[in-house]
C-alpha cells in the first residue's frame, strides 16, 4: 500500500497529544514543577533530540507503536520517515512545556484548567462525517474502479441506515455483529423500491418480508468494504480496536432460503425452553400460521375469534394496527396443532394485546439468542417462507396461498375468504403444514 504522510503526522501528533496531556496534568499537580529534575534537563533533552534529528537516529520504541497503527508493514525508508516524523513532533511539545515551565503556566490555580475541561467540547465522530475523508484516503491509496466506488456508497447507506448518528468509539463487536445480520433482512436493490424512499431502518424491516433480500455473497462485499473501512478509523484513532473484522457469511447462492423440517424442530425445542412465553406463541405463529412478524405482534385478544365452530385469527386495521397492504387483513384458520400447544389457553390468559414485545424487539432477541443456533443464514421470516414453500411443494392453488398469507393476488382473481365455505377451504391447507 501507498505510504501517506498526513496519515502517518496524524496519528503521530495523537499520540504525542495524549502523552502531552498527561504529563502537563502532573506538572499541575505540584507546587514548584520547575525543580523536577525533568524540567531542569529539558533545555538540554531538547538540543539533545535535534542532534538526534540531524543525525537520523530515531526512537524505534515510538516507532513500534506507530506501526501498531498501520495496517502494512512499512520499509526501512518509510520507518525513517516516521522516525523523523515523531522527533519533531516530540520536540515541538517539549518546547511548548518549556515555555510554559518559564511562563509559569503550570503554578496558575487548577480550577481554571478544571474549568477549561468543563466546557470543552469534546468530538463526536460518526459513519456520515468521517465518509468523505475514508472515500479520499481509500481511492487515492487503491485508485478505485467506478465499481469499487459504486459499491462502497452501497455499504455506506447500509451503515449509516444502521448506526444513523453513533459515535464510532461506542460501537462495539456485537452491534457489528447485528449489523452484518440485520443485512439479511434488507431487500435486495432497496434504494430502487419506492414503498422504502426516506424510510427508516425500522419501517424497512417491518415491511420487507415479502421481497427478495439480499444475497449472502452481496452481504460479504459490503462486509469486506466495512472492514476496510473499520481499519482506516483504527489508524486514525476513531475506534479503539485494532481486529474490529466483522466474519463472513457462507457464500449462499441462494437467498431468503425456508428453513428445513428439522430445524424448526429445534427452534421449537428451543423456545419452548424460553421463560418469555411471549418468545414461544410467536414463534409458533410464524410456524403454523405462515404470518408476518408484525402482524403476529399486533394482535390483539379480540382478534382470536370463533368462526362457524373454526378458531381463526382476524388481521384487521383496528386501533391503529397496521397491515402491509388491503390485502393482508383476512381472516384465518388456527392450525389444530397450535390448539394443541395450549394458544387457546395462551389467549384467554390476556386482557388485551397478545404480546408484550414489539416485532423490533422481537426481530433483536431472535438474533442474540436463537437465529445462530439454528441457522445464521436464516433469518426469523424464514419461517414464513417455509410455511409458503409446503404449500407450493404440495400443488396447492396459487389463489388460496396467497389468501392465507395476505399476498396480493391477480387481478382476474376474486376470493372472498371472510365466509364458512372459504374458511373451510383455507383450513383444508393446514392439513399439509406438519412438523
Not at 447500509?158 to 448518528?165: A, H, I, Q, T
Not at 459515535?167 to 452484518?180: Q, S, T
Not at 400443488?395 to 395476505?406: P, S
Not at 393476488?409 to 374458511?423: D, E, P, R, V
Amino acid at each position: 500500500m501507498n505510504f501517506d504522510i498526513e496519515v502517518i503526522k496524524q496519528l503521530v501528533y495523537e499520540f504525542h497529544n495524549l502523552i502531552l496531556e498527561e504529563l502537563e496534568d502532573k506538572l499541575r499537580s505540584i507546587p514548584n514543577p520547575e525543580d523536577l529534575p525533568f524540567c531542569l534537563g529539558l533545555e538540554d533533552e531538547i538540543k539533545q533530540l535535534q542532534i538526534n534529528l540531524s543525525k537520523n537516529i530515531f526512537q524505534n520504541e515510538e516507532i513500534e507503536e506507530i506501526k501498531k497503527k498501520l495496517n502494512f508493514i512499512p520499509d526501512q525508508n518509510q520507518e525513517d520517515e516516521i522516525g523523523r516524523v515523531l522527533l519533531k513532533s516530540k520536540i515541538e511539545h517539549l518546547k511548548n512545556i518549556y515555555q510554559n515551565i518559564e511562563n509559569e503556566v503550570y503554578k496558575k490555580p487548577k480550577q481554571i484548567k478544571t474549568f477549561q475541561k468543563e466546557v470543552e467540547v469534546k468530538k463526536i465522530r460518526t459513519i456520515n462525517n468521517v465518509k468523505n475523508d475514508f472515500f479520499n484516503y481509500q481511492d487515492k491509496e487503491d485508485n478505485w474502479s467506478k465499481d469499487t466506488k459504486q459499491l462502497a456508497e452501497r455499504t455506506f447507506n447500509m451503515l449509516e441506515l444502521f448506526f444513523k448518528e453513533t459515535n464510532l468509539r461506542d460501537i462495539k463487536f456485537p452491534d457489528l455483529i447485528e449489523f452484518r445480520d440485520t443485512m439479511q433482512e434488507i431487500p435486495d436493490r432497496l434504494t430502487t423500491l419506492n414503498e422504502f424512499k426516506n424510510k427508516d431502518l425500522n419501517y424497512i424491516l417491518e415491511n420487507c418480508e415479502d421481497y427478495k433480500n439480499l444475497s449472502n455473497s452481496t452481504i460479504n462485499k459490503y462486509i469486506l468494504k466495512t472492514n476496510q473501512f473499520l481499519k482506516w478509523c483504527y489508524k486514525m484513532d476513531y475506534i479503539d480496536k485494532k481486529d474490529f473484522i466483522i466474519p463472513k457469511l457462507p457464500n449462499d447462492t441462494k437467498s431468503r432460503l425456508p428453513y428445513t423440517d428439522q430445524e424448526i424442530k429445534t427452534l421449537k425445542e428451543l423456545v419452548n425452553k424460553d421463560e418469555n412465553k411471549d418468545i414461544n406463541y410467536i414463534t409458533l405463529i410464524a410456524t403454523y400460521q405462515g404470518m408476518r412478524l408484525k402482524e403476529i405482534t399486533q394482535l390483539k385478544k379480540e382478534d382470536i375469534i370463533n368462526l362457524n365452530n373454526v378458531f381463526c385469527i382476524n388481521i384487521n386495521q383496528n386501533q391503529n394496527k397496521t397491515t402491509k397492504t388491503k390485502k393482508s387483513i383476512r381472516t384465518i384458520p388456527i392450525h389444530q396443532k397450535l390448539i394443541e400447544l395450549g394458544f387457546l389457553d395462551f389467549v384467554n390468559s390476556k386482557q388485551d394485546n397478545l404480546f408484550n414485545i414489539n416485532n423490533k424487539d422481537f426481530s433483536s432477541y431472535y438474533r442474540l439468542n436463537y437465529k445462530n443456533l439454528i441457522n445464521e443464514s436464516k433469518p426469523f421470516y424464514s419461517l414464513r417462507h417455509s410455511f409458503i414453500d409446503t404449500l407450493y411443494q404440495n400443488n396447492q392453488k396459487l389463489e388460496h396461498i396467497q389468501a392465507f398469507v395476505g399476498h396480493s393476488q391477480g387481478k382476474s382473481i376474486t376470493f372472498n375468504y371472510t365466509t364458512s365455505l372459504n374458511t373451510n377451504l383455507l383450513n383444508n391447507l393446514l392439513k399439509f403444514i406438519n412438523y
